[in-house]
């Protein structure tokens, strides 16, 4: 797919000139490291069978429904690893630019390539609760257990969930009000590989200051590329690289 070289021009003028950059992150980000993107045409949720995977109502009946999936999806996270965009954003945050960064993604791409204000408003994979105590711990204590097929518990009995926020739960409130923080300091919000139709998550670029820009990075059109001050099509790792290398 080809870029515009005069709308990437555009977006790199823009964050040479940004001190506070607000970004919010999909699913496009971390395909190219692995990840599948569950809602893209062939993707897990065209399967009806899988609807329910997410759906916490589902998991406290039945949680090996999920962990089925679960021995399949963590050695992709496990394997995973940061590419040209996670690092970028990195990178402006390295070159003194207050980066935050808001994701609807569950992996932690975004910590391990050095970006140090992460929201994920979807929840993370890094960790687990006990759904009867509350015992939090790092869900990688619990893969061997997944890998082997087994529902891993608390020592108290109950069973772990990761704590990614399922459909039927409320999203972090501590880290949704960051995320919204975020964006209404920011002089620069970035919309980088989601096509903005899952909400609240797609609603975030609205909490913006009026008159500080929007760029949207995606391969198909979103439903805010109207109110864009930029928007770039095109092989979103090629643009970030391109942008970064120009800042």
């Known amino acids: 797919m080809a870029t515009s070289t005069t709308d990437t021009a555009q977006f790199v003028e823009l964050v040479k000139g940004a001190r506070h950059i607000a970004v919010l992150t999909g699913a496009g980000i971390s395909t190219p490291s692995g990840i599948p993107d569950f809602r893209s045409p062939g993707g897990f949720y065209s399967d009806q069978r899988n609807s329910n995977v997410f759906d916490i109502a589902s998991f406290r009946k039945d949680p090996s429904f999920f962990y089925d999936f679960a021995r399949r999806f963590y050695p992709l996270l496990v394997a995973a690893k940061p590419n040209e965009v996670h690092e ?10 207050d980066v935050r960064i808001a994701t609807q993604n569950i992996d932690d791409l975004h910590q391990r390539a050095g970006s140090t204000h992460v929201y994920p408003v979807h929840g993370t994979l890094a960790t687990s609760t006990c759904l009867s105590c509350g015992q939090r711990i790092e869900t990688r204590l619990l893969e ?3 890998l082997s097929g087994f529902i891993p518990r608390c020592d108290c009995g109950g069973v772990f969930k990761p704590d990614i926020t399922f459909f039927g739960e409320l999203l972090p409130d501590r880290v949704w009000e960051g ?8 002089n620069l919000v970035v919309v980088l590989g989601t096509s903005l139709v899952v909400y609240p998550a797609a609603a975030l670029p609205d909490f913006r200051p009026s008159g500080a820009p929007l760029v949207i990075v995606n391969r ?6 109207r109110q864009a001050d930029v928007v770039v099509r095109g092989d979103l790792g090629v643009v970030m690289d391109r942008v970064s290398r120009l800042v």
């Open 144 to 146: 061997a257990d997944v």
């Open 88 to 97: 970028a954003l990195a990178k402006w945050e390295r070159a003194g630019k």
């Open 220 to 225: 198909e059109p979103t439903g805010l590329d």
């Open 179 to 186: 995320a919204k923080e975020a964006m209404s300091e920011a």
